[in-house]
């Protein structure tokens, strides 16, 4: 794994880091089952954080650093099934102003909050420069360190040091493991519960869909790792397959060309719509070479519209690249992406069949009696990557996971398709956004 700033991880380094964060959390008093809130861009610091909480048995509770002081609340007062309140956030800095005034908040138990600003773990001489060029859209030095509950990173790994306990929790097969929160159709956010087997089933299955990258290829992540699709889609995903992360914190459509040559040669460049018209239309003349080596295109999130395809798709073909627009379909609920197209990615919304080890079928919504070839309803399927349920929220649980008269547990997705005669699936509308905020708009602007 890298980033923008030459910080790099080998493997081995990479879990050396999430044992030292592992080790502060016991310091600190994180017990299993705590939900620890991490709401951070794509900065090392969030894997590392995310990953040490799965080793000792802990939840890390995915957040959108730009949240509002509204949102920001609702995250921090959510219980666990314990009953209890979060006591630590890995906070990003510029998060300070929608926190200001949850610091005192009675209803609010966090008691350490973890502050990771964009230039943390930046070295000399590119510290100094971002913080003349850019820190002045950080809070102030001192007020972070005015309030008691902040800590930085230092403080935070240095009371890990004398830590000599255990750090692997006990396995317990088909318990929650993470949760991200995702919107839909009626607006109110809701955290879906996902766990360890249904991530590690998804990348397995991709393993098998994507076999055209192997170990040590390089996978670009400016998708945000707070939702499924940066999270699990891409990083877990290329991490299972020993592919090399390279980490976007803030995607800059001006800067196209610096990442494709920084991270040269890239071979995998998934995400949003929105991005991914972003990434190949910017690119004209001699900066087309520097696609020549991507083999995957993957978008999900939303449509893409055929005009947009087929002009991506001329840039990759023009640069060489054999790689062509792939859309599939992917939910919160589901961890990612549940229908792939191993056939179909031609065909004018196609989103292929299931992946390996899921089923789908469309039924119509108030019946639930599964539709015909060709008729338009709502999109289910059953597999291992199911989220166990909405935290704290029995009827929208119950409203999306039913029991089908087939013995099947099925997610409803509240999105629109059909399917032909061949099994392959088209969808046809999104009323639930795995993704609300199109694309690179979901980034800190700093």
């Known amino acids: 794994m890298r980033d923008e700033w030459g910080n790099k991880y080998t493997f081995r380094e990479f879990f050396a880091e999430v044992e030292k964060y592992a080790k502060a959390f016991k310091a600190y008093g994180v017990k299993e089952k705590d939900h620890v809130i991490i709401g951070l861009p794509n900065l090392p610091e969030q894997p590392f954080a995310q990953y040490a909480l799965n080793l000792i048995g802990a939840i890390p509770v995915l957040v ?34 929608a926190l200001k005034n949850l610091y005192d908040d009675s209803e609010v138990e966090i008691e350490h909050y973890v502050s990771i600003g ?29 309030n008691p509950k902040i800590i930085n990173l230092d403080q935070f790994l240095e009371k ?9 929790s006990d396995y317990v097969e088909g318990e929650y493991a993470i949760i991200y929160y995702t919107g839909g159709s009626t607006g109110k956010e809701k955290a879906a519960m996902g766990t360890n ?27 945000p790792m707070f939702h499924v699709f940066g999270g699990i889609q891409i990083f877990h995903f290329a991490a299972c397959k020993g592919m090399e992360l390279a980490l976007i914190a803030k995607f800059d459509r ?23 018209n972003a990434m190949f239309s910017n690119l004209k003349g001699k900066q087309l070479k520097l696609v020549a080596p991507v083999v995957n295109t993957i978008y999900g999130g939303n449509s893409m519209s055929n005009a947009e395809k087929k002009s991506n798709n001329k840039i990759l073909q023009k640069a060489g690249s054999v790689s062509r627009m792939t859309g599939a379909f992917g939910i919160t609920e589901g961890m990612g992406g549940v229908i792939y197209p191993v056939v179909g990615a031609e065909e004018e919304n196609c989103i292929g069949i299931p ?12 019946t639930i009696n599964e539709l015909k070839y060709g008729e338009v309803g709502e999109i289910c399927f059953s597999g291992p990557s199911q989220m ?3 935290l704290n929220n029995k009827y929208e649980t119950e409203t999306a996971l039913k029991m089908h008269e087939d013995g099947k547990l099925w997610l409803h997705t509240g999105d629109l398709g059909k399917c032909n005669s061949q099994g392959k699936f088209y969808f046809i509308e999104r009323l639930k956004r795995m993704i609300i905020t199109s694309g690179y708009n979901v980034y800190p602007s700093y």
């Not at 089933?201 to 192997?214: D, G, M």
């Not at 390996?356 to 108030?366: C, L, M, R």
């Open 64 to 97: 959108n650093p730009l949240s509002s002081e509204k949102e920001m609340k609702r995250y921090l007062t959510e219980k666990s099934l314990k009953g209890e309140k979060p006591k630590m956030m890995f906070m990003f800095n510029r998060s300070y102003d």
């Open 118 to 146: 964009v230039d943390t773990l930046m070295k000399q001489p590119l510290k100094t420069g971002y913080k003349i060029k850019e820190g002045k859209n950080d809070p102030k030095k001192k007020l972070l360190e005015s």
């Open 160 to 168: 890990g040091n004398s830590y000599e306990g255990s750090l692997a």
């Open 197 to 223: 087997e249904g991530c590690n089933y998804l990348a397995e299955a991709f393993k098998i869909l994507i076999n055209n990258s192997v170990p040590g290829d390089i996978t670009l992540n400016a998708m």
């Open 254 to 276: 001006n800067n196209v060309e610096k990442y494709f040559k920084e991270f040269y040669p890239v071979k995998n460049c998934n995400g949003v719509p929105t991005f991914m």
């Open 355 to 366: 992946i390996p080890g899921t089923s789908a079928k469309i039924v119509d919504p108030d």
């Open 388 to 390: 166990l349920a909405y």
